[in-house]
């Protein structure tokens, strides 16, 4: 199994960028996507997930900015993010559960290498 994310890189604040993520090996209409991310220094943190039923959930610190979408036809999920502030900066991870559509790290079974973005003033 394999999750690759792509999209990150430098945008000014206020600016927005759409990550993809990408799986081989699984099926991502069979699980619960999420991403995470992580800023400098700091923990992992989940910001957003969805499932095949159409689920969803974002935290408080991106609802209203980011969403989640996905294509199962091409095995892909995105997460699009408009009115990035510099707090967004962090290195982003798409994750994948079997279980259920939420935040917990420790929930999620496989995990892809992340992407960058650097949200710059």
């Known amino acids: 199994v394999q999750l690759v994310e792509s999209g990150g890189g430098l945008v000014q604040a206020g600016g927005s960028l759409r990550l993809s993520c990408a799986a081989s090996?699984?099926?991502?209409?069979?699980?619960?996507i999420g991403w995470f991310r992580q800023p400098p220094g700091e923990k992992y943190g989940g910001i957003i997930c969805?499932?095949?039923?159409?689920?969803?959930y974002s935290s408080d610190a991106v609802k209203g900015r980011f969403t989640i979408s996905s294509d199962y036809a091409k095995n892909m999920v995105y997460l699009q993010m408009d009115s990035l502030e510099l707090e967004d900066t962090a290195a982003y991870y798409c994750?994948?559960?079997?279980?259920?559509?939420?935040?917990?790290?420790?929930?999620?079974?496989?995990w892809g290498q992340g992407t960058q973005v650097t949200v710059s003033s």
């Open positions: 969805t499932d095949s039923d159409g689920n969803k």
């Open positions: 994750a994948a559960n079997f279980m259920t559509c939420g935040i917990r790290i420790h929930d999620y079974d496989y």
């Open positions: 090996g699984i099926s991502f209409d069979d699980y619960v």
